[in-house]
């Protein structure tokens, strides 16, 4: 799907879900009992900067432009299954109408759904599937297409270093997401489909607890003591074990660092793409998501039933498509498609690379 072609499919996708009925009425909801102009939004965790820096001003923005008479309540997990399960009770205590939520624990968020459901609160899993008969609806990515994608880019890398048939595999650490997200198994599987057939070995691999960026940091330290130059390549299911392996690899004494995938478009990974530290990373709109998911709540707050696009699991689902970002098109997806400016890119120490990659050229736009 080109970028031009996913632009479009969100475009109208958003246009269906701009049709609103009237705004949310006034009064006050008696404590515990879903108000029609109270919205809650449960995000997991702040060691990925994307949900304090897009997810939530996106969703808030939104809901403020569309509803200005709606409350937003907003709790963040900190990675605490849960404090998520006390933040969701106390929202539905305070009125809230409908619930968003990114759960930090999937299993765990089945609860929360059934508790919602038991009072009439509709609920939207957001970012993350819930596996419950009780989902109303998600908004997310397509995450097996991601895995893909990261796959492929670490596969395309390593062919470029191989002199023929008869080398050896190459070998590759796989650091994979929490056990707790389900977005995570089908990333691997996203992964396991473009590995298949390759000239590739996974050395080791690891389920990094709470996406921990440090953890990720000692495991691949450990792992590249016991195997040292055969890895050849790190999968890093997102931007900030990425982060972790990289410091890694540096520590380690790897110069240049290997290719490292990468998930989110975060600020630090665009940076390490522009200066060779990074392979790639996987830019999934998460504004756009974010404003997607606020036009879905707005709707189902005001009573509406929305017909959305895909299923997942038979929950209606609006999933939009990820793109890939590298040296080659950084600028391009980033920059012109207005995630970064260059003046928060291109900061010192990387300025000179920004010059080198083409990304500080005239006409940026933010």
């Not at 609103?20 to 009992?33: D, F, V, Y």
């Not at 495991?219 to 055969?230: A, H, M």
């Amino acid at each position: 799907m080109t970028r031009t072609t996913s632009r479009t499919l969100l475009a109208a996708a958003l246009a269906v879900l701009a049709l609103l009925l009237p705004a949310c009425s006034a009064p006050a909801p008696e404590q515990g009992s879903a108000s029609d102009d109270v919205i809650g939004l449960l995000l997991p965790e702040s060691k990925a900067s994307r949900y304090e820096s897009q997810d939530r001003p996106s969703f808030e923005e939104t809901v403020a432009r569309r509803c200005p008479q709606c409350e937003v309540l907003y709790a963040n997990a900190d990675q605490d299954a849960a404090r998520q399960e006390q933040q969701a009770e106390s929202m539905l205590t305070r009125g809230a109408g409908v619930l968003v939520i990114d759960a930090v624990d999937a299993v765990a968020a089945v609860s929360i759904v059934e508790r919602a459901h038991a009072r009439g609160v509709p609920v939207i899993a957001y970012d993350r599937f819930i596996s419950s008969p009780d989902l109303d609806y998600f908004v997310g990515a397509d995450g097996q297409r991601i895995g893909r994608l990261q796959g492929e880019a670490l596969v395309t890398a390593l062919a470029r270093e191989r002199t023929g048939p008869s080398d050896p595999p190459d070998g590759i650490l796989v650091v994979n997401g929490s056990t707790t997200d389900p977005n995570a198994a089908a990333y691997k599987q996203g992964l396991a489909d473009a590995l298949e057939g390759a000239p590739v070995e996974v050395l080791a691999s690891y389920d990094t607890p709470d996406w921990s960026p440090d953890k990720a940091q000692a495991w691949v330290s450990d792992q590249l003591t016991k195997f040292g130059s055969r890895v050849k390549a790190v999968y890093a299911a997102n931007d900030g074990t990425a982060g972790g392996a990289i410091s890694a690899m540096r520590a380690a004494g790897f110069d240049p660092v290997p290719p490292v995938t990468g998930q989110d478009a975060e600020l630090a990974a665009i940076q390490r793409i522009i200066t060779g530290d990074q392979l790639m990373t996987v830019y999934k709109a998460v504004s756009e998501q974010g404003r997607t998911a606020a036009e879905l709540a707005v709707r189902v707050l005001q009573g509406e039933t929305p017909v959305m696009s895909s299923r997942v699991q038979g929950v209606p689902a609006l999933l939009l498509a990820p793109t890939a970002v590298d040296i080659h098109n950084v600028r391009r997806v980033i920059v012109d498609g207005g995630v970064y400016t260059t003046e928060e890119i291109c900061v010192e120490p990387y300025t000179a690379a920004c010059g080198a990659a083409g990304v500080t050229t005239s006409g940026a736009s933010g």
